[in-house]
């Protein structure tokens, strides 16, 4: 039997061993607010799991929800914009 060894560099060399790109890291840095967004609405929706969510608690994920749907709607306003070349 051969055991394919981990010292092997073409065995374990891998695209995830690298850096983020310049590209990657941007396009991250425009994601960024569709992410806290996200984030602000699990953790709403985690405070409500062991029970009853109160009227704050709904008003609070509702709020994030909505925050949630602007940073989407502006990052594809964004995205649009530039692939027609109008904001670049």
Do not use: C, W
Request: proline letters at 3%.
């Amino acid at each position: 039997m051969v055991y394919i060894g981990a010292v092997q560099a073409v065995v374990t060399a891998d695209v995830f061993d690298r850096e983020p790109t310049a590209a990657e890291l941007d396009a991250i840095e425009r994601e960024m607010p569709v992410i806290t967004a996200d984030i602000d609405l699990l953790d709403a929706q985690i405070i409500t799991l062991d029970r009853i969510p109160s009227e704050l608690d709904t008003r609070r994920i509702r709020r994030a929800h909505r925050k949630v749907l602007a940073a989407r709607r502006t990052l594809a306003n964004t995205a649009a914009t530039h692939a027609a070349g109008v904001g670049a």
